[in-house]
């Protein structure tokens, strides 16, 4: 028993360490792809780059590890089978349940070996892949301009500029400036011929000094009176400067992590118990205050000034508040109640923003928690459902394997990430969308389970071919019998 354990045991690791460096590395591709911009040609040395990817590639572990599990499990079972090994083995009168039994025992360890990464290694590597990307992203502005496309790394502003100089990369030329730092609603306009980047000796603040150009400024008119047309000011100017918050572009300072500390990724179990609570808290404080805050917009004496004293019994019935003002006020009370309204409105419209804003991030904190666990369970539950699958189809290598691995791994993803995005929605409880894909796959591994073990043809071609065969020669013996 001791050597077959072993057999098993060495088929088994060559294909899965093969499968998830393959896997990583495929993954860490579509990762690069997808920050190809914010990492190539902002002048980073290349260790920069080598330590985000190596922090991106920790958040791939979770896909790539059950791949591999997967894969690997078909081709060592299929090979077995393919191979007639499988077969010698159950001669020998040891069962499919008992061959798998050290695999089971190494996956199990390897389920463990995830869960803690899972908890413990996997928030600090997002919390240092977020900060660092943000960092990358938000380098040294002379890289982020493009010539040619407008550009908003910097916040409330959007910058344009036709050509860069030769010979210094801070000389821009055709600037067009888009200014929304006011809040309006309304961008002030700045263009120009030139202009020269420079920074301030403390290096908290960007100047851009433009030469020869034109400001537009529009208004929103004058609300107060009865003419509310709008205005367009122009300003033209020989010199002029323009400063940029520019502390967050400073090189590659980096950026405090505690900043990102509040991110539900960046968390392991007892920070998101304890994100969690003191999110429901604040909930249940922001209730009783919206709560309190608008019901005391509704008292008649707000609304009515003073003037809803009923003076007899037919005013108290006439349902008519407004009838109970002298004329002359009516006009103000009518409006006063008319801006309580409108207050009220903003009141709720904001506090409602707020509200799901946080059950958002309480969702999230839950999605976050069982996933610590939803990876080390799909580690087993592929095993099984890879295990038996390489019994039944016989077939090792990286052909037949590899196809229905990836169309079994796929059905689980999709499963998965359907019902975390219901989950994240609130159209799904937390708990049953991270755990949607497990509770529908498990019926299956117990099936092939069982199948591989009465040696089904589940995946036998040959079988199937035969029935068909078997079913049109019958048809033909009873069409010849009743003729």
């Not at 061959?99 to 919390?127: E, G, H, T, W």
């Not at 049953?432 to 529908?440: E, K, P, R, Y």
């Not at 796959?441 to 199937?464: E, H, N, Q, R, W």
Request: with cysteine; net charge positive.
């Amino acid at each position: 028993m001791k050597k077959i354990h072993l057999l098993l045991i060495k088929a088994f690791i060559r294909p899965f360490i093969v499968t998830f460096f393959v896997v990583m590395f495929i993954l860490l591709m579509f990762f690069l792809f997808k920050y190809i911009d914010d990492l190539i040609g902002k002048g980073f040395e290349w260790y920069t780059i080598a330590e985000v990817m190596l922090y991106a590639s920790a958040s791939q572990v979770a896909m790539a590890l059950p791949l591999a599990i997967l894969l690997s499990s078909i081709m060592t079972f299929g090979t077995l089978g393919e191979n007639y090994e499988l077969v010698a083995i159950k001669s020998a009168g040891v069962s499919l349940q008992k061959a798998m039994q050290p695999l089971f025992v190494f996956v199990i360890c390897l389920s463990i070996a995830s869960f803690l990464f899972a908890d413990y290694m996997l928030p600090k590597a997002n919390l240092k892949f977020g900060s660092l990307l943000y960092d990358m992203r938000n380098k040294k502005l002379s890289f982020l301009i493009k010539p040619g496309v407008f550009n908003n790394s910097i916040t409330n502003y959007a910058m344009r500029v036709e050509r860069k100089g030769e010979g210094a990369v801070d000389s821009l030329f055709g600037i067009t400036i888009y200014d929304h730092s006011a809040g309006n609603g309304v961008a002030k306009i700045i263009m120009a011929e030139k202009g020269q980047m420079s920074k301030t000796t403390d290096g908290k603040y960007l100047v851009l000094k433009l030469i020869n150009g034109v400001r537009y400024e529009e208004g929103n008119g004058n609300s107060s009176s009865f003419d509310s047309r709008q205005t367009l000011t122009r300003m033209r100017f020989r010199e002029t400067e323009v400063k940029f918050d520019f502390s967050s572009f400073k090189g590659m300072d980096r950026t405090q992590e505690n900043q990102f500390k509040n991110n539900a990724p960046m968390l392991n179990r007892a920070e998101l118990l304890e994100r969690r609570d003191s999110l429901t808290r604040s909930i249940d404080t922001l209730d009783k205050a919206t709560k309190i805050n608008v019901g005391s917009y509704y008292k008649q004496s707000n609304i009515t000034k003073g003037y809803t004293k009923i003076k007899t019994p037919e005013m108290e019935l006439s349902g008519s508040f407004i009838n109970n003002i002298p004329l002359r006020d009516q006009s103000q009370a009518a409006q006063s109640a008319y801006d309580q309204a409108e207050t009220i409105k903003q009141v709720i419209v904001g506090r409602i923003i707020e509200h799901d804003l946080k059950s958002r991030e309480v969702i999230k904190a839950k999605i976050e928690y069982q996933r610590k666990f939803t990876l080390a369970v799909s580690c087993l539950l592929l095993f099984f459902i890879g295990a038996p699958l390489g019994a039944i189809i016989r077939k090792g290598g990286l052909g037949l394997p590899v196809v229905i691995a990836v169309v079994f791994f796929l059905i689980y993803h999709i499963i998965s990430t359907v019902s975390e995005k219901s989950a994240k929605e609130g159209n799904l409880d937390p708990i049953i969308g991270m755990w949607m894909a497990i509770i529908i796959l498990t019926p299956l591994g117990i099936f092939l389970t069982y199948k591989a073990t009465v040696d089904s043809a589940l995946f036998d071609l040959d079988y199937y071919k035969q029935l068909i065969v078997g079913f049109f020669k019958r048809f033909k013996k009873k069409k010849v019998v009743k003729q």
